[in-house]
């Protein structure tokens, strides 16, 4: 079973910093990331940067048309207003058929705020209990969502081909 770790941190260079331990964490075989991204808001500005990790995991299993619409409903939908809102309804209703759903997103949007980061993780067979303490010892806090088989073919399927800007 795959999961979509989030994994928030107190600081806007925090995610970046942790990208280390992630791979340290893979070469200890306690997690087999199938794709990641991390976000970034530093202070002051209106919305975060975003960054698909393909050098830390090949070629992605999602690529960037996931993590771009993903981080498009947590971070832009709130600032577009309920017009837009409205029409992108129907996407966050796709995407709760794979198990990301309206929790995760405003458990997610809740956490990363200016002045904090996340680092987003899609991994396969993670020990998450051995993963858990080294990223707690980091200050972050963990947000996650498990998918079954069936969520994550969906999702590889919606997405494996799909291209939307990696930036927001």
């Keep these: ?24 964490l ?29 050098s830390l995991t090949g070629a992605g299993a999602l690529g ?9 409903l947590i971070f ?8 837009v809102g409205a029409a992108i309804g129907a996407l966050t ?10 929790d995760f997103i405003a458990a997610v949007r809740a956490k990363v705020t200016p002045g904090t980061s996340a680092l ?5 067979g993670a020990v998450l209990d051995r993963v858990a303490e080294p990223f707690k010892e980091t200050g972050a806090a963990l947000v996650t969502t498990n998918l079954t088989d069936e969520e994550e073919a969906r999702l590889r399927a919606a997405f494996g ?7 927001l």
């Design 161 to 167: 081909e799909f291209a939307l800007p990696e930036r």
């Design 64 to 72: 960037g048309g996931f993590w771009g619409l993903l981080f498009g």
């Design 76 to 83: 832009l939908v709130p600032l577009l207003g309920m017009a």
């Design 93 to 102: 209703g796709s995407l709760s058929r794979v198990g990301i759903d309206d």
């Design 1 to 24: 079973m795959s999961s979509l770790t989030v994994w928030a941190f107190p600081t806007a260079d925090g995610a970046e910093n942790a990208l280390a331990l992630l791979e340290r």
């Design 26 to 54: 893979q070469k200890q075989q306690l997690i087999k990331i199938a794709d990641a991204a991390y976000v970034t808001w530093p202070e002051g500005r209106k919305k975060p940067k975003t960054k698909d990790l393909g």
């Design 120 to 124: 987003f993780v899609m991994a396969d």
